[in-house]
């Protein structure tokens, strides 16, 4: 006697009623690539939400070293030589003016540029080194935003190549002997520029 297996071939279903597996599959992708979505759009607004670490440290082998030589032109048309700037602490922010962190930055930098000068000679010159911008744009961006520093130009951005800045904003620190003393490849604040700038020129102080 023959036994009749008519009632579960065929049927995609096990004999006891649950689905088989491909059928399972097709039944749980759409959830599972909802799931997928869900999860990476939630890490995409994560990453445009975070903003950068204040003061970020970066290594560069011109730390410790003589600055590399570095002109320009500044924005009243004076020729700029880096190495003239001798005798002084020397800060330079590489900026764009449509760079988001350096827009963010901006009011510390113009705090800190105050406190430098209510420091008198004791105070830390201050530049902004133009990279990848026009003149039109950035004295646009300073008319809105305030800001009264001297700002260097240069062919081609020479000066930002010598410093091997390929993005921004970075701030550089040079001592008064010209020796490069920091890299700062995020946004800074004016709390954290002083602090780190009253911390050499204490160190220097004291030789």
């Keep these: 006697m023959s036994l009749d297996v008519s009632d579960t071939a065929g049927t995609g279903d096990d004999v006891d009623g649950a689905e088989s597996g491909p059928a399972r599959s097709s039944r749980l992708a759409p959830f599972i690539a909802l799931g997928v979505a869900v999860v990476m759009i939630g890490l995409i607004v994560l990453l445009i939400g975070a903003e950068p670490d204040d003061g970020t440290v970066a290594e560069s082998p011109l730390i410790g070293r003589p600055a590399p030589e570095a002109t320009g032109t500044l924005d009243d048309g004076r020729f700029f030589d880096l190495s003239r700037r001798k005798g002084s602490f020397v800060v ?116």
Excluded: M
Aim: charged content about 25%; aromatic content about 14%; hydrophobic content about 40%.
């Design 92 to 207: 330079l922010n590489f900026f764009r003016s449509d760079c988001v962190p350096c827009i963010q930055e901006h009011p510390d930098l113009i705090e800190f540029v105050e406190q430098q000068r209510q420091l008198g000679s004791d105070g830390a010159e201050f530049y902004s080194v133009v990279n990848g911008d026009t003149p039109e744009r950035v004295e646009r961006f300073f008319a809105e935003r305030g800001g009264d520093w001297p700002i260097i130009y240069s062919e081609a951005d020479e000066f930002s190549v010598a410093f091997g800045v390929a993005a921004v904003p970075e701030t550089w620190i040079i001592d008064p002997d010209g020796i490069v003393r920091e890299r700062f490849v995020s946004k800074v604040t004016a709390e954290f520029l002083s602090i780190t700038l009253q911390q050499y020129r204490e160190a220097f102080a004291n030789r």
